[in-house]
């Protein structure tokens, strides 16, 4: 873990200037309520909206960060918010969860060999009264990305969401070895997801390649629209067969009483879950909407 190394090193000076972008009210008030969970070495340090060092106790390092780079932070915070509001429905699946919890969110960041620049981040909320002394019962709700140096994403992002889910998939084998009671007992499992996520991220790249990387609807005819509408909804068709597919192991697991494992396969579930309803929402929701508009002049 190196994030905050990585940001000690960093100059908001020399990052690009972030875009006004009008949030709604929960996106602004997660922004308000948002905890950061930064590494350094095997130590994760846990910052509270106003960069209080709330465990463990911090290092020379940490101290540096929250002392002398609060407006560093701010960007990342800020930089982190808006990519959920634009790139995400995380908080909009998971809202009464967030609400709840007084609209907590809290951010665990793993950078990604980029010098500080490219981020993924897992989500979870927490009770606000009992974040210290009960933090394994926070409330997973997905994973996204941040690149501090460019905000538009190609094709949406999917190409990245797609081959995290693939990281993931191959985590869950490392980890059955350890969790699982009878590993063997489920091999036939890990192989039809594999051979499933292997076929989404093929076809996928052959969907998506011949497709503009970033859509200017100014640009688009109306035929084009609905082509570029129906390429997004195959990959997506992809993505409800492996949601299936995990679904029937996480089903089994439970049945087997495997507590040790299923937790595993029930956050990948979700991860799914959040993609299939990006789709539905952000891509495939929002292409109908102008295909309608279109139709309607």
């Known amino acids: ?57 911090p290092n020379e390092k940490i101290n540096e960060l929250v002392t002398g780079k609060e407006v560093l932070l701010d960007y990342l915070k800020e930089s982190i918010v808006q990519n959920l509001a634009a790139y995400s429905v995380l908080l909009d699946v998971n809202s009464y969860f967030v609400e709840q919890n007084n609209y907590l969110l809290l951010a665990r960041l793993r950078e990604r060999d980029s010098a500080g620049r490219r981020y993924e981040i897992k989500f979870y909320t927490h009770s606000p009264g009992e974040l210290l002394s009960h933090y394994e019962d926070k409330i997973y709700i997905g994973r996204d990305f941040a690149d501090l140096h460019h905000f538009k ?31 063997l007992e489920y091999k036939s499992f890990f192989q039809e997801i594999k051979e499933s996520v292997a076929e989404l991220i093929s076809e996928s790249q052959a969907i998506l390649e011949p497709l503009p990387p970033y859509l200017d609807f100014a640009k688009l005819a109306e035929k084009d629209l609905i082509d570029i509408n129906a390429q997004y909804r195959s990959v997506n068709h992809y993505l409800i067969e492996l949601h299936d597919e995990v679904g029937e192991f996480e089903n089994l697991l439970r049945f087997k009483m495997e507590i040790d494992f299923v937790r595993y396969v029930t956050k990948y579930k979700k991860d799914v879950t959040n993609l299939i309803s990006f789709f539905n929402i952000k891509i495939n929701g929002c292409l109908s909407q102008r295909i309608f508009h279109f139709r309607n002049k």
Do not use: C, W
């Open 153 to 183: 994403r190609k094709y949406f992002g999917i190409r990245e969401l797609l081959t995290s889910l693939k990281d993931q998939s191959e985590k869950l084998v490392d980890r059955a070895e350890e969790k699982l009671k009878k590993p």
């Open 1 to 57: 873990m190196n994030e905050v190394d990585e940001l000690l090193k960093l100059e908001v000076k020399d990052l690009p200037s972030l875009k006004p972008l009008l949030l709604d009210d929960l996106h602004h008030k997660a922004l308000k309520n948002l905890y950061l969970e930064l590494g350094t070495g095997p130590v994760l340090y846990l910052l509270s909206p106003s960069y209080s060092v709330l465990h463990p106790t």
